[in-house]
């Protein structure tokens, strides 16, 4: 069993972390911003969130287990 969870929510996300006396926020990420889908991949600890900003558009993230920070995923490029 884990002991962190991330929660992706219309206000950002949410890193919990278990705690003796329960689940307590430990970092917050993309503040004010939509995230939609988080991925777990399991081969190399990567993490992906998915985000959508209004009229923006959607944008993928990820944060390796290498570096902690979010990255944006460039977009494929099309002739």
Not at 29 to 46: A, E, H, N, S, Y
């Amino acid at each position: 069993m884990s002991d962190v969870l991330l929660v992706g929510t219309r206000k950002g996300l949410f890193t919990l972390t278990k705690t003796s006396s329960g689940w307590e926020i430990s970092q917050v990420d993309f503040v004010g911003q939509t995230v939609t889908m988080l991925l777990d991949d399991p081969r190399d600890q990567t993490v992906y969130a998915s985000l959508t900003l209004g009229h923006f558009g959607s944008k993928l993230h990820r944060r390796t287990s290498d570096n902690p920070d979010w990255e944006e995923v460039a977009v494929p490029v099309y002739p």
